[in-house]
């Protein structure tokens, strides 16, 4: 016997085939017994089949039987060809399927000799290798962006004209387009490279529990307004990001603190004056005024040269938003978003508490005079004939479909648009009313001097998913295709769906097609029996889900992911939630969300960031509705759901170890293409560099792409900035092609929507991004941080 093959059969090699056949056999029997669930809930039978053969494998292995790697070669190789079978070439579901046979095989094949001694030294440790290389480029293509769409190139109008006038970021959406597109060229793509930062500054009020900096600031001339958590306000100088001024209301809603952004009025710039207001008599006190709204329903204006409350405004400089709303019970009626300030008005709407009752706070939308917060106008979905305050004794129509986000006006048609958010308490319909069944989830056009409906546009009929309408419209012309332009209302939404209307009328642009839907409600609900589809627009992150594109970091959570999975009822988008639970996707929190998209208004592309998270979600009957249960936050928990049959339970469809049940992207940057309505590019958002699971923060850059939050914005330099990733990072991208061309590291994460100016002082393009801490990260501060151009 020679000298290796006396080594082979030594005490060392006998164990390490048993100490193998171990490990195959445990791995096999917790797959065998798993993969007999999923086969009895009708799933695929691999598992099953995979776990027993491991089984036997680790059987021979440890009776050191060449037969034992025969039977895991036949492992290997049909678990290859099962896993192209149902995903293809798609690198991120393949990591789980073939991974662990790949890193199986190598030890496999460094064990062969030892059931062959003498004979398969040179096979195996040539086999082995190759085990290694294969393992090797799969951890380095982890950290190369996967699922990349590249479509038909844009073609570039030429360079952008320059901006005329006074930088100003003055509304949510710059401007009251909503296209957060800033005509400033100074940062481009070809120096975007060379940012950094120029200031940061700390405002004390950290985004802790129930709380999140969503803010973007506002800025006008030489300062920049920001907002925080708890409506703190703050000037500061645009060049240095010195402190001016600071005004705190004392406002805390406990659970949903937010503040995305201050209005801005300037009597003196009105030129036409909406109604018989008459126009303030010139003074240098409050001649330029800070519009906030706060988390307890009050509307305050500051005068934006020393933040002193306008003492003519309201009472003493504050409008009591509760006022004829009727029943306020704490936490379940304030404002989280931008006032809109429209000419010689303020509009507003509000924010209601989901998932609590049917009896909850108006959503009814109101406008003030901007000079003395008089009511002018009320539009009241539920009763149209109140149109400033209710009659003595009576309140607005209660538990109509809110406008919780931002509108977006257009000054020649005359119009506001308002998206509308769905009744409440959400999950349970039986009890709405017609209006709420009329308003609910759409895109309402109003009159801006009267508040009366022009048209209406509804993107989901009988809404009990929370698919309501989160982001403010987007107003941009697109190309008739006769040479002309037409007048373009568009509207991204939970759903992943696009619509573009005609902004005069309401009617689609792109076509919709209402679908059959599933049926099935919960007895005492009904559920709509078709459904409208942008069909003519691109859906973004809608792609149903099914068993095979269940995931997970191993065999195992993803075995678990796909046996959940198919005990829960799912039957596409519209799946209604009854007493059994089912999933929901797009989710309750996207698709797109209230960031909103951007719009290139220059080469005609539209910015969209996405969420891509189902949300599982069960009817619980009121007996069982266990008060002391029942979550005082959003989204998550047990909800009451008061005056119906049913609370609701809500929570996120992950896997054993934390991470979501199916395959990534889970959210991603998308640029269309709004003359060819087609997908130019889609790329992965953000990476997994700062994620935190169970405790443990990832540390690696593989992008996989993660939930986003917050707006994208885009500028005539070319670039898209975001950063609203998981990652802490602030984000360039070539609008034209989506690739990354720089990125900036934050303190902490950001949810928010960036914004730029160009100051007037320095005439330097600065980008503004408010980091709070990215959702559901540990990491919380309450920055906010400017980068410029390295000065030369």
């Not at 901006?163 to 959406?173: I, L, M, N, T, V």
């Not at 049917?358 to 009763?383: K, M, Q, Y």
């Not at 400033?388 to 129509?397: A, M, V």
């Not at 690739?739 to 950001?750: A, D, I, S, T």
Request: charged content about 15%; glycine content about 12%.
């Amino acid at each position: 016997m020679s000298d290796r093959s006396s080594k082979a059969n030594g005490p060392g090699g006998r164990w390490a085939l048993v100490l193998f056949g171990v490990v195959l056999a445990l791995v096999g029997a917790a797959l065998a017994l798993g993969g007999v669930r999923l086969a009895m809930l009708g799933g695929s039978w691999y598992y099953l089949i995979a776990g027993v053969a491991l089984v036997a494998s680790g059987v021979l292995y440890g009776l050191r039987r060449d037969a034992g790697l025969w039977v895991y070669l036949a492992v290997f190789i049909g678990t290859l060809v099962w896993s192209l079978a149902e995903v293809g070439l798609d690198f991120w579901p393949l990591v789980p399927r073939v991974a662990p046979v790949l890193v199986l095989a190598l030890f496999a094949f460094l064990l062969w000799p030892w059931l062959q001694p003498g004979r398969a030294r040179g096979p195996a440790f040539g086999l082995a290798g190759l085990m290694a290389v294969l393992a090797i480029a799969g951890g380095a293509a982890m950290f190369v962006p996967h699922g990349v769409i590249e479509g038909p190139a844009v073609a570039s109008a030429g360079p952008a004209p320059a901006a005329e006038g006074e930088s100003r970021w003055q509304y949510y959406g710059r401007t009251p387009h909503g296209t957060r597109y800033a005509p400033f060229t100074q940062i481009n793509r070809d120096n975007v490279g060379n940012l950094e930062v120029a200031w940061t500054f700390r405002t004390g009020d950290i985004a802790g529990p129930g709380s999140e900096n969503q803010n973007t600031p506002t800025q006008i001339g030489d300062t920049v307004y920001v907002c925080t958590p708890k409506n703190r306000v703050f000037a500061l100088d645009a060049d240095t990001g010195e402190q001016k001024w600071t005004f705190d209301p004392k406002a805390d809603a406990k659970i949903w603190n937010r503040c995305r952004g201050v209005g801005f009025y300037e009597p003196a710039s009105v030129t036409t004056r909406i109604g018989d207001l008459p126009a303030p008599a010139p003074s240098e006190q409050c001649a330029q005024r800070i519009v906030l709204t706060t988390v307890d329903a009050r509307m305050i204006q500051l005068d934006a040269k020393t933040g002193e409350p306008c003492a003519g405004f309201g009472n003493n400089g504050t409008v009591d938003l509760k006022q004829g709303m009727g029943e306020v019970k704490p936490m379940y009626y304030f404002q989280t978003s931008m006032p809109t300030v429209v000419k010689n008005l303020i509009i507003v709407g509000g924010w209601v508490f989901d998932g609590r009752s049917i009896d909850e706070p108006s959503g009814v939308v109101r406008a003030f005079s901007a000079d003395t917060g008089e009511l002018v106008w009320a539009w009241d979905a539920g009763n149209p004939a109140i149109t400033k305050l209710p009659p003595e004794g009576q309140s607005y129509t209660r538990s109509t479909p809110n406008v919780w986000s931002t509108p977006a006006f257009d000054e020649d048609l005359g119009l506001i648009y308002l998206p509308t958010g769905n009744n409440p308490p959400d999950f349970w319909g039986a009890q709405r009313s017609k209006a709420s069944e009329e308003y609910s989830a759409s895109v309402v056009a109003v009159e801006i001097a009267t508040g009366r409906e022009k048209w209406k546009f509804q993107t989901v009929h009988h809404d009990i998913w929370d698919y309501d309408v989160p982001a403010q419209p987007a107003l941009y012309d697109v190309p008739d295709g006769k040479g002309g332009k037409t007048p373009a209302l568009i509207q991204i939404t939970k759903r992943g769906q696009i619509f573009m209307l005609d902004r005069r009328d309401g009617k689609p642009i792109a076509e919709v097609q209402e679908k059959p839907v599933p049926q099935g409600a919960q007895e005492g609900d009904w559920t709509a029996k078709t459904q409208p589809y942008s069909v003519g627009m691109p859906a973004i992150g809608a792609e149903p889900l099914s068993e095979a594109r269940m995931w997970g970091a191993t065999w195992f959570d993803q075995l678990a992911c796909r046996i959940a999975f198919k005990q829960l009822r799912y039957e596409g988008d519209f799946t209604p939630p009854t007493t059994t639970p089912s999933l929901i996707y797009p989710g309750y929190y996207g698709g797109m969300n209230w960031g909103s998209a951007s719009i290139d208004e220059h080469n005609g592309v539209l910015i969209v960031n996405d969420i891509r998270m189902p949300q599982l979600v069960k009817l619980v009957p009121r007996a069982q509705v266990d008060t002391k249960q029942v979550t005082a936050g959003h989204g998550v928990g047990l909800h009451p759901q008061d005056g119906t049959p049913y609370g609701i339970t809500q929570q996120a469809f992950n896997s054993p170890l934390g991470i979501p049940c199916h395959a990534p992207a889970w959210g991603t940057m998308t640029g269309i293409d709004l003359k060819t309505k087609q997908i130019v590019w889609q790329r992965p958002a953000g990476t997994v560099e700062d994620a935190v699971v169970k405790g443990v923060k990832a540390g690696v850059p593989v992008p996989l792409g993660m939930p986003t939050l917050g707006g994208p914005i885009t500028t005539a330099g070319g670039l898209t900035f975001y950063g609203g990733t998981q990652d802490y990072y602030l984000r360039a991208y070539d609008t034209l092609t989506g690739k990354e061309l720089w990125k900036g590291r934050l303190p902490v994460g950001g949810q928010a929507t960036p914004m730029t100016y160009v100051s007037p002082k320095s005439k330097q393009q600065y980008v503004v991004m408010a980091a709070g801490g990215s959702r559901q990260s540990p990491d919380r501060g309450d920055y906010v941080v400017a980068f410029k151009l390295k000065q030369n």
